[in-house]
């Protein structure tokens, strides 16, 4: 299943399975990130954010060092929010510490604008504990700057990432080039339909993080995912990773013990009894109003999504 691909509509083909670096701690996500190489994975994503790229870089020339050749890898980086008036400088410090000359594919992690003189924490405050976000900022003009990066060649393709419905209406209708991808928090207690349903009209192709939620979270032991993990013999991670092949999306899963990255990559066929039991499952948590999102958006921003997180 680590060989199945999408097309983007930058013509790349984009894997359907990734490793996730996102609190992936420092000291373990070299090891992971070489072991899924070396192991079948062909899709690392990251992020500056992540506060760790340097050892996903040492992690990438472990791999390179092995003889896999950055040809056959796609990697995937993020701008983070301090950035997005200068989206280039973003790119250029996550490539130096990736140790790369480009990134296959480069998003914009969140649509706004945390003060670029302010302090780059990940989440940086005020000293009244707002959260220090430039309010006018519009972030049509940073997907501008996105699409100039493309002549630069430091990126194959550009995209977004947790972009409502909302936000997409507000950009399209501006954009040159249509993001190749946008990355969301997706799994059956946050199926994001109206985003997923827009994007495939546009051609934009999904990555879904946070697959199984969080971990040892509720999804784990839900009635439908029990069902068929124990119908087809596997792991209830395995049906919540599986769930997006037929959905068309990239999954990334998360993970930095080496038996786990194994496991992740056996993705199965779901029948269409399982996809049918899964999205009843989601049916019935959107009408009661118990969708999870488990990702806050940090910010206090209201970014358009229909669970009003
Ligand atoms: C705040 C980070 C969300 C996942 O990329």
């Known amino acids: 299943m680590t060989d199945k691909t999408y097309k983007l509509n930058s013509g790349q083909d984009i894997p359907a399975l990734g490793l996730g670096t996102w609190q992936s701690e420092p000291g373990q996500v070299q090891k992971a990130v070489a072991h899924a190489l070396k192991s079948g994975y062909k899709l690392i994503d990251g992020a500056y954010c992540y506060g760790n790229e340097d050892e996903v870089g040492a992690g990438l020339a472990e791999a390179f060092a092995s003889g896999i050749k950055r040809e056959d890898i796609f990697v995937v980086s993020k701008v983070w929010a301090t950035y997005n008036t200068r989206v280039e ?157 037929p959905r068309g999306s990239t999954v990334l899963a998360k993970s930095v013990s080496p038996e786990r990255i194994d496991e992740n990559k056996k993705l199965i066929d779901l029948d269409a009894e399982d996809i049918k039991l899964l999205d009843d499952y989601s049916d019935k948590l959107t009408k009661e109003g118990k969708l999870q999102r488990f990702v806050y958006p940090p910010f206090g921003v209201d970014f358009g999504f229909p669970d009003k997180s």
């Open 89 to 245: 400088l973003g790119l250029d410090k996550s490539l130096k510490s990736l140790g790369l000359d480009y990134v296959d594919l480069f998003l914009v992690h969140w649509p706004l604008l945390m003060n670029p003189e302010g302090n780059h924490d990940k989440f940086p405050k005020l000293p009244n504990g707002e959260r220090d976000i430039i309010r006018s900022h519009s972030h049509i003009d940073t997907w501008k700057q996105m699409e100039a990066l493309l002549s630069t060649g430091k990126t194959k393709a550009i995209g977004v990432s947790n972009y409502s419905k909302r936000y997409l209406e507000q950009l399209l209708p501006h954009a040159t080039i249509i993001p190749a991808v946008n990355q969301i928090e997706n799994h059956p207690a946050l199926p994001q339909q109206e985003i997923v349903d827009l994007c495939k009209e546009k051609g934009i192709h999904i990555m879904a993080y946070s697959p199984l939620g969080s971990t040892g979270g509720p999804l784990f032991t839900a009635e439908p995912v029990v069902k068929i993990a124990e119908k087809h013999g596997v792991k209830p991670s395995t049906v919540l990773l599986s769930y997006h092949v």
